[in-house]
Each structure stands twice: as C-alpha cells, then as structure tokens.
C-alpha cells in the first residue's frame, strides 16, 4: 500500500477569510486507485481546500502538487489541465445548455469552427456505458433531475480525462438509491485506475466508500486513518473532537393547550397538498412530530402554524382564543418562533449580515426599532450574543450570511427564532443536511426549549430523529393527519403503514 | 380596404426592410450582450453616436464601407467603457447603461457643433445606393420587394444568420451563452467570464453603431438630432419578444417594421383625413407591446442578466 504512487499533495495549505482562518496548515497525500475520505463538519475547511486546489481561491501560504507537478495558485484551468476532475456542490452547469453542450463547454478551442458534437457524443456515450452514468446527451440541464445533472458533472470530467475525481457533498442532494448508484460509479472509477477524493459528513458513507480518511475540524487536519481499521464512533470523535451522543431526550410533560386546529383545510395549490379536515393540538412542554413522506401537506401545515397561510375552513385556537386574521404577523405576535423548511430561500437573506439576518423577524418592534428608527447598537449586540451564545464559526457580525456554512446559518435561524423566547415553535427539516456536531446541538436547543415550556412541532422525513424526539408523533398523508400516537407507542413499520395512507378513516 | 392595396404593393415590402434594418443590427448587437449576461441600456446612445460617426466619416472624405467600420469601432469603444464598469467593476448595468445613453448622446451633438459649428442645416452625403441583386430582383413583386436594397440591408440580414451560427454552432457561442446563464461552469472549465462578457458588450456595441449609422448612411443621408428617436429601446423590447433567439428576434423586427410601414401609408388614405394622425403613429407600439405579452411568456431568460460574476464569491 505504502509504495503507491502519489497522484496528488497537499502542504502546509493556509487560507483565510477575514479572521477566519479555513484552512491552517493543511497537508496529505492521495495515491493512485484509492478513495479518500476527507471528513469533517460544516465549516471545517473542506471546501474552501478545494477551491484552492482548483485555483477558485489563492491559497495564502501552502503548495499543490498533481502527478508531481507543482500547480501555478489561483489558476482554474491549472489543475484540469493537470488531469483533476471536480464535481462541485453546487453544479456549475448552465440550464439552457443540453447535457453535450455542457460537457462541451471549455474543450474546443474558443475561436474555433464548429463544436464537433457527433464526435462528442459518440464518446458521452460511451462513458455513460462504461461508468453506468445514464443520462440523455440531448436533454436540458433545466429539465434533468439532481442526480442527473451529478451525472452530468462527473461525465464532464471523465470527458476531460480526468485521473483524480473530487467529489464535494457528493450525497447531500441524492435520495438514498441516487446514492448507491453513484458509489457504483466510483467503484468502477476505481477500478478503472482513477483516484478520488471524496468530501462529505456522513460517517456511515466514509465508512462505506472510502480506503483511507482525512478528518479536517476548525481549518485543521485532526487525524489521518485507514478506514478498515476505524469505526464510525471514532470517526465521529476525529470530527468533533469530543465524544458524542446523539440527544435521548426523557418524555416531556404536557402544559396547556397553546395551538389547535380543528377540522383545518386548506386548499391544494399545483402539485403541494393542501390540508384536509386536520385536528391537531400543540401543547406546552411537548414535542409534537410529523412524519410523513415529503409533498403530503407538511409544507401547507407549516405555513398555517407560522402564518403564513389561514385555514379555509375549520378553526384555529392560539392560546385558548380563536383567531381571525391570521398572518404572518400575527403568528409571531402570538410567539411562534419558525425554523423554515429551506435555510436559503426563506429562512435568511444571503446578501444581508449577520446582524440584519438576526433581527429579520423583529425589527419593527422593541428594541431593535424605536419611533421607526433602527437601533443598529443593539441589533448587533443582539447578533453577538447570538454568535456567541450558538457558537456561530463566522467572520463576525456584519459578514454576510452568504459566507456561512449550512450549519452555522441553521445556528443563526435557530438562535433567531429561540432568543425571541416563542411559546410555539415550528422546526420544519431543523436538522436537514447538517453534520453531527450541528445536528446534535439543534436537536439539544429544541429539547431545551420544550423543557422550558415552549410546544414544538417537529416536521421531518427522518422516521428514527421523528421517533427519539417527539413525546407525541402524527403521520400526514394526503393532507390527511393521524390521529396522535404516543412516544414508542408504534414500530417503524406500524408508522410505516400510516404513511402509505392506509388507516386513515376515509381510506379507500 | 386600403389596407390590402398597401398589402398588396412591392414598395410596402421593400419600406419594411429598410425600416427594419437598423432594429436588426441594434437587435442583434444586444442580444450577444445579454446572451453574455449584460444587459445594454447604453444601446439608444450608441446608435446616435453610431448614426454621427459613420456620417461625420463619410464626410469627412473617407468611404461608406470605411465610415460602417468607424462606426462600429466608435460602438466598441462605448462598449469597452460600459463593460469595463459592469463586469470587472460589477456595477449597476441599469446605471451604467443609461449612463452610456446619456454620454453618447451628449458627445455625439457635442462632436456635431464642434465640427460643423457655422451650419444651420446639415450637410449631405452620398449613401449606400440600393443594389439590385442580378437575376433575384427581376422577378416580379419580390425582386423589386426583397432584392432591391442597399448593402447594409443585406449585411443586418446577414448578422441574424451570423449570429445564430456563432451562438449555436461554434465553442464561442457555446461559451458566451453558458457566461449568461451560470457564469461559474465557464469559470469552472478554465474560462474568462470577464474576456468574453467585455468582448460580447464590445461586439454587440459595434453592432449598435451600425444600426445607427444605417439611418444616416443609408436610410438617409444626412445626421439630425433625435433622429434614432427611440429605436434603441425598441431593440431591448424586440430582444424579449424574440425570447433571446436571433431568428425570433428578426421576426419581430420585421413585424414591427410591418406596423410602421403600414401606419405611414395608412394616414395618406382617406381615413386619414379623420383620425388623427397620431393614433398612427401610436400603432406599431401599441401592437408591439400586444405582441411582447403574448410572445414573452414563456421565453427562458439568460439566469445571469444582470448578475456581476465575482470570482471567489460563495
């Protein structure tokens, strides 16, 4: 093993943003026909070290070596050239290019006649065979779904001839069966003589794809390991660099009734389900989980608890009152604090700081504002205490939020909708895409908060985060709810066949 | 009932192309922008400029085909100071590009007085004649219609073929549209998003000064103040209308062109004498902006318009 062939070094990479150091004193070595794991949470580094590998950043101190050549720093055509192929987290593929044109895109000499497509095509396919890479040449990029356009972007460099694959997150955008189809196409890769380097979070994935693991945490390399001769528990030590356990929370006591629903619909818009004729009661010092497979109403029952939407029919009690005029407003009036469902689109403004970010839900009111003018003083402070208080890794409170890793900006939402000390609390997907150390500390934040009295709704497509967390848990389907089922009162396949929409008092 | 005697005539045809022809060029010129992800606000400025240049050349004694040249390189030249601003600066393309307007208007009158400062009425020049097309223009109704135009008729026909060439047959346009739509798979493949957006606007500004210079080299022969009245805004419509395809948009250059064409013999017939005449005038734009809605609906636009490409940003 030890005397294979280097294909690609790392050393003494450094990097940093501001006084965020991302990357301090980085170094390893990937050898010819393996695959590498690098491993680390959120925030620890991993992308920013591939950006400078392939020239998007200019590293401030450190070297790259590809195939024993030493790559120019800050020159993305450098380490294509060199025969490194990167697939990146977000694709960067245009949508109004077919597949060939993306691939296309960069190998032709600029000025030059003609594209060359048949020829092109020809050897697509041929990859798409041999890699088990399926995807139309023809098609859109718009029209493909995400597993296809991954496809596309490991096609891209298999077209380039790429030796060295990097996969960035590779799995975070896969449903679980896109996933195994794609550690197919790395087995094969491997076996055809590439070398990969696999970036992700998910220990069970390292575990099963990788020979060999480079665990990064806070910009650092933690420890360096043979994954036979590892396990996921001391990986996820490396990671975090501590013990972890994932929250087991004690049953909840049930308080007051502080949100119910009787007989709720709403009507179904396109292809999201409306809700039908839901009964639900939230009470203090409870967690209340949804389970359900995604597109079966979650989104529209979220939207009413945050207000977001009214019900069309039935009643809606907040706090024993029935309410009229439901909005968004008066959601937060009533002290529903949210943690929406996508971080990006509407749980935070990417162009806007930290601060700003911080007080998007209260900024009208006291103290952030006061006669109509803005208290910037305090917003800020208000942001710091909750950088700090979350253990927010940022660059301070006037970045802006675009800069923040997944998890750090979920730490912000969180602290945001918790500092403002909600009665009701709507976590839809709190934890989705998160690392360990992140989704633990959500899940920790909203026990805590249930402990001090608040009732969670807990919306999520994880049956076993649905089943260890909640004190009473509801199925949705159709638009349909359950009625509630106590804490380990059903198996996961008795949840199972609530989900399928059977049992349901209307089922066909 | 007039109207299909005007239907019906070769010189109604052959006012349509003529009409159309600067739409084309302009039209043409800033689709390439904003297929590159620049919006050209600076496009009704640099026709004016555009439409002096090649006229103040001629002129000033050098020939038709050299003044298209200088007036094209003088488009350029705009073009390089609003790309200079809005891709390697990143700032506002709508400022920046009225702000072009505003200056090449300005400078354009400002080079007029200068030049010609004792004059009350402008001088003329010789323009492009029409050129028959041996054989093509002795064919009845078409060859009087379609075959009978001066070469920078042809030569506006001729970008809409080069145009959609180079956009969908050559590793250029595949390139240039890629830096419109997401700017980081260019980026990603060794690629200067900034080289090629400079170059588009720096083309596709060349190709607006021609547009003007047709109205003063070939559609007229002489350079008045407002004379480009407006055709720059229109191209920016026509580019919508024709869903950022070079066909479609010389399609709804010609449909407009058909409207004014049509307006201008419409108030010469009897029910001219009625209504007046500026409802006539009213009517290309009012069926144009029928037309924008209608065709505009599902017209996929370039994802980048508009949107500064910063290398390094998350």
Redesign the interface.
């Known amino acids: 093993m030890g005397a294979r062939e280097v294909v690609l070094r790392l050393e003494g990479i450094t990097k940093r943003f501001g006084k965020l150091a991302a990357n301090d004193d980085v170094g390893f070595a990937l050898h010819r026909g393996e695959v590498l794991a690098l491993l680390g949470e959120n925030g620890a580094g991993k992308t920013t070290l591939m950006n400078i590998l392939f020239g998007h950043y200019t590293a401030d101190a450190g070297t790259v070596e590809v195939f024993g050549k030493a790559l120019p720093p800050g020159a993305p055509g450098a380490a294509l050239a060199a025969g490194v192929g990167m697939v990146h987290q977000h694709f960067t593929l245009a949508g109004n290019l077919t597949v060939l044109e993306n691939i296309l895109l960069g190998t032709r000499p600029l000025f030059g006649l003609g594209l060359g497509r048949a020829a092109a095509r020809a050897r697509v396919e041929r990859l798409s065979r041999d890699f088990g890479l399926a995807v139309h040449p023809d098609a859109k990029v718009r029209s493909l779904s995400v597993g296809e356009r991954q496809r596309v972007e490991i096609l891209k460099a298999l077209y380039r001839e790429a030796r060295i694959l990097i996969l960035d997150e590779p799995t975070a955008v896969l449903t679980p069966q896109e996933s195994d189809a794609l550690f197919a196409t790395l087995k094969k890769a491997v076996a055809l003589g590439l070398s990969i380097i696999f970036i992700s979070h998910k220990l069970h994935e390292v575990m099963a794809v990788s020979d060999r693991v480079v665990v990064l945490r806070h910009g650092k390399v933690a420890g360096e390991v043979a994954t036979a001769e590892t396990d996921r528990h001391r990986l996820a030590e490396l990671m975090v660099g501590a013990e972890v356990a994932l929250p087991h929370p004690a049953p909840g006591r049930a308080g007051e009734m502080l949100m119910e629903l009787r007989d709720v619909s709403t009507p179904s818009e396109g292809n999201r389900t409306g809700l039908r004729r839901v009964s639900l009661a939230l009470r203090a010092g409870q967690i209340t989980g949804l389970a359900g497979v995604a597109g079966n109403g979650q989104g529209a029952l979220a939207d009413l608890v945050s207000g977001l939407i009214a019900p069309a029919s039935g009643a809606l009690r907040v706090g024993g009152t029935e309410v009229s005029g439901w909005s968004p407003r008066a959601a937060l009036d009533a002290g529903v604090g949210r943690i929406p469902e996508d971080r990006h689109a509407t749980g935070s403004i990417a162009d806007f700081t930290l601060t700003e970010n911080a007080v998007l839900e209260g900024y009208a009111r006291q103290p952030f504002a006061r006669a109509g003018w803005m208290d910037w003083g305090r917003a800020r402070a208000h942001a710091e205490a909750i950088i700090a208080k979350y253990d927010i890794r940022c660059p301070g409170p006037e970045a802006r939020i675009r800069l923040l890793s997944g998890g750090n900006m979920q730490k912000l939402i969180l602290g945001r909708a918790l500092e403002a000390g909600p009665k009701i609390i709507l976590a839809n997907q709190p934890v989705r895409g998160l690392d360990i150390g992140a989704l633990t500390y959500v899940q920790e934040c909203l026990i805590a908060a249930r402990d001090a009295g608040a009732a969670v709704l807990l919306i999520s497509e994880d049956l076993d985060e649905i089943r260890v967390l909640s004190d009473v848990i509801h199925v949705i389907s159709a638009g349909r709810l359950s009625p509630p089922f106590a804490r380990g009162s059903k198996t996961v396949a008795e949840l199972g066949v609530w989900m399928a929409g059977q049992g349901f008092a209307d089922a066909a | 009932m007039e109207i299909f005697e005007i239907l019906l005539s070769a010189s109604f045809w052959a006012a349509v192309l003529r009409i159309a022809s600067p739409l084309i060029l302009a039209t043409m010129g800033e689709l390439i922008c904003e297929r590159a992800g620049v919006l050209n606000l600076g496009i009704e400025g640099i026709m004016v400029f555009g439409a002096f240049a090649g006229w103040m050349a001629v002129y000033a004694g050098l020939g038709l085909w050299p003044g298209v040249l200088v007036a094209f390189a003088a488009g350029a030249m705009f073009g390089l100071v609003h790309a200079t601003l809005t891709v390697p600066f990143g700032l506002s393309q709508h400022v920046v590009g009225l702000g072009i307007t505003l200056l090449a208007t300005s400078s354009a009158y400002y080079a007029y007085r200068l030049a010609l400062p004792q004059v009350t009425s402008p001088p003329r020049i010789t323009p492009f004649q029409p050129l028959n097309i041996p054989v093509l223009s002795d064919i009845p109704f078409l060859g009087p219609a379609l075959f009978s135009q001066t070469a920078l008729t042809y030569l506006a026909f001729a970008s809409v073929a080069v145009v959609a060439l180079v956009l969908f ?4 346009g ?2 240039l ?2 830096a ?3 700017p ?8 200067s998003v900034t080289a090629l957006r400079m170059g588009a606007v720096m083309v596709g500004s060349g190709l607006m000064a021609v547009g003007g210079a047709f109205l003063t080299m070939s559609a007229f022969d002489s350079f008045f103040f407002e004379m480009v009245n407006g055709r720059g805004w229109i191209c920016i419509a026509l580019v919508v209308f024709g869903a950022w395809m070079p066909g479609k948009a010389l399609l709804g250059a010609l449909l407009f062109a058909a409207f004014d064409a049509l307006q201008i013999r419409m108030q010469q017939t009897p029910m001219g004498a009625h209504v007046p005449y500026q409802v006539f005038l009213m009517v290309p734009y009012v069926l144009s902006i029928l037309a924008l809605v209608l065709m505009s609906r599902r017209a ?1 636009v ?2 980048a318009l508009m949107v500064p490409y910063n ?4």
């Open positions: 047959r050559t590793p250029l595949l390139a549209r890629a419109g739509e997401n980081s798979a260019v980026e990603a493949q060794g690629l996929e370039p994802a290398r390094g940003e998350r």
